[in-house]
C-alpha cells in the first residue's frame, strides 16, 4: 500500500517572498508527505541549478511554474507506481531523466522537492518519524546550533563583508537549554544596539543587522551580549564565522569594502588567523573563494588543528567536489544544504564520504526558507552533530528549533547532546 498514487505541486511564497515548490505525494492508502524547497542568496556557482521562469511580467522573473511542469509532465508519469520505501532508487530515475550534471533540465528545485516528499511520504505511511525513516533506531544526537545573530555580506545593508556571526552554546547539557541560552544572549544582543541607538530589525535569517564595519566590531559586540546573559565566552560559548568569501573575491584579491581594504589569498589567511587568536572563534565557514584551492589548502594548513574550516561554496554538498577536497586536503568539515545537490539519496551519499574522512558535517538552511522543518530531522537522523538555521527569530527559522525540541522530547532519556566534544580540537 505504499504505491505512490499522485504527485502534486504548487508555487507558494518563501520567506522572502519569493516563489518556490510544494509538492505533496500521496500513497495508494492516500497517506500523504508534503516538503517546500528553500533557497539560497549568497550561492556557490557550482550548485545544482533552480528552474526559474524568467517572466519579468509574473514574480519579477522568479516563478516556478517551469519547474512545476517538470514534475506534472516528466517526473510524476515515471514515479506514479513505485514504491516510496525505494528512496535511491526513485531519486535515481529523476537523476536519469534530467540527465544533465547539474540538474538545470528539470531543475534542481522540482527534483528536491518530490524526494523530500517521498520520503515523509514512506515516514508517515510507516507511522515513524521522519528522522527514524532516514537514520533508524540509532538517530539520538541532537545538534549543537550555530545561531546566527548578526548578519552581514548578501545578508545586510552594512558594512560588515563577512556574512555570518555566529555565537554557539558549546557548555550546554541539552539542546534544551543551548536553544535558552542563545534566546538570552539574542535579546541581550537586542538590547545593547537598542541602547547605543543601533538598528535592531532582523535580515533574512533573524539577526540583526546594525551599522557596523569590521568583524573585530561585530564580535566584541557578541562578548558584550554574552557576558551581559552571564554566561562564559570561550567555556559556555564560542564564536563561528560564515565568511562567504567567494562574494568578495576577485581577481586574486579578497576585497573587504566595509574596513576599505584588499587582502592578497595568503594576508587573508593572516587575518582569519589573528580573529582565532583574538577571539573564541571554533569554526569558520567558506574563509577561501569557491574556487581557490590553493587558499583554502594554505588556511587548513594554518588553521586546521585549531579551528573546524567548513567547505560551502567550495563542496556545495556535491561528493565529487569533496573528493577533490579530501585529495588536496582543503578543510576539515563540509556543510550540507539539501537543495545544492538536489535529492535526499545524494546528500546522505556526501555525509557519509564525508564522516567516513573524519569530516564534521553541518547541516543548513538557506537565507530563503519555509515553514518546512526537514533539516531539523536530517540533522538528527545522521548523528552529525552540529545545524545551521539562523538567529532566534523569524518563524521560518524558529520552525526548526521547535522541531529540534519536539524531537528531544520524544527520545527523552535517549537524546544526546554533545557540546564541546562535537569540536575534537577543542579537547586536546
Same mark, same amino acid.
Given at each position: ?18 516563489? %518556490? ?210 554566561? %562564559? ?113 545524494? %546528500? ?81
Amino acid at each position: 500500500m505504499n504505491e505512490i498514487s499522485s504527485i502534486k505541486p504548487r508555487q507558494i511564497i518563501d520567506s522572502r517572498g519569493q516563489p %518556490t515548490i510544494e509538492v505533496d505525494v500521496y500513497l495508494a492508502d492516500q497517506t500523504m508527505g508534503r516538503a517546500s524547497v528553500p533557497s539560497g542568496a549568497s550561492t556557490g556557482q557550482h550548485e545544482a541549478i533552480e528552474l526559474r521562469d524568467g517572466d519579468l511580467n509574473r514574480f519579477v522573473g522568479k516563478g516556478v511554474q517551469k519547474a512545476i511542469r517538470s514534475i506534472e509532465e516528466v517526473i510524476a508519469p515515471a514515479l506514479i507506481g513505485m514504491t516510496a520505501d525505494a528512496q535511491t532508487d526513485i531519486d535515481k530515475v529523476m537523476l536519469d531523466l534530467d540527465g544533465s550534471l547539474n540538474k538545470s533540465n528539470l531543475g534542481a528545485n522540482a527534483i528536491l522537492g518530490v524526494s523530500l516528499a517521498v520520503a515523509k511520504a514512506a515516514a508517515a505511511q510507516k507511522g515513524h518519524p521522519l528522522y527514524r525513516h532516514i537514520g533508524g533506531r540509532d538517530s539520538c544526537v541532537l545538534p549543537v546550533p550555530m545561531m546566527n545573530v548578526i548578519n552581514g555580506g548578501a545578508h545586510a545593508n552594512n558594512g560588515l563583508d563577512i556574512q555570518e556571526f555566529m555565537i554557539v552554546p558549546l557548555g550546554a547539557d541539552s539542546f534544551g537549554e543551548a536553544l535558552r541560552m542563545g534566546v538570552e544572549i539574542f535579546h541581550q544582543l537586542k538590547q545593547q544596539l537598542a541602547d547605543r541607538g543601533l538598528a535592531t530589525s532582523v535580515g533574512d535569517e533573524g539577526g540583526f543587522a546594525p551599522q557596523i564595519q569590521s568583524a573585530h566590531e561585530a564580535l566584541q559586540w557578541l562578548e558584550r551580549s554574552i557576558e551581559a546573559a552571564n554566561y %562564559t565566552l570561550g567555556d559556555q560559548v564560542g564564536f563561528a564565522l560564515d565568511c562567504a568569501s567567494s562574494e568578495y573575491f576577485t581577481d586574486g584579491q579578497y576585497h573587504y569594502s566595509g574596513e576599505n581594504i584588499s587582502r592578497s589569498v595568503e594576508t587573508n589567511i593572516e587575518y582569519l588567523e589573528t580573529l582565532v587568536s583574538t577571539f573564541p572563534i571554533i569554526s569558520i565557514e567558506d574563509g577561501c573563494a569557491e574556487d581557490d584551492w590553493a587558499g583554502w589548502k594554505s588556511l587548513t594548513e594554518r588553521l586546521g588543528d585549531r579551528c573546524q574550516l567548513v567547505g560551502d561554496d567550495l563542496f556545495v554538498t556535491n561528493a565529487e567536489r569533496l573528493r577533490r577536497g579530501l585529495s588536496e586536503k582543503c578543510g576539515n568539515s563540509i556543510l550540507i544544504k539539501l537543495n545544492q545537490i538536489g535529492t535526499l539519496s545524494e %546528500t546522505l551519499a556526501t555525509m557519509k564520504l564525508a564522516r567516513d574522512h573524519h569530516f564534521t558535517t553541518v547541516v543548513s538552511h538557506r537565507s530563503g526558507e519555509t515553514e518546512d522543518t526537514t533539516i531539523a530531522d536530517l540533522a538528527v537522523a545522521t548523528n552529525c552533530g552540529q545545524i545551521k538555521t539562523g538567529s532566534l527569530s523569524r518563524s521560518d527559522r524558529t520552525a526548526k528549533y521547535n522541531q529540534l525540541l519536539r524531537i528531544e522530547e520524544e527520545l527523552g532519556n535517549r537524546a544526546i547532546y554533545r557540546g564541546r566534544q562535537t569540536f575534537h580540537f577543542l579537547a586536546r
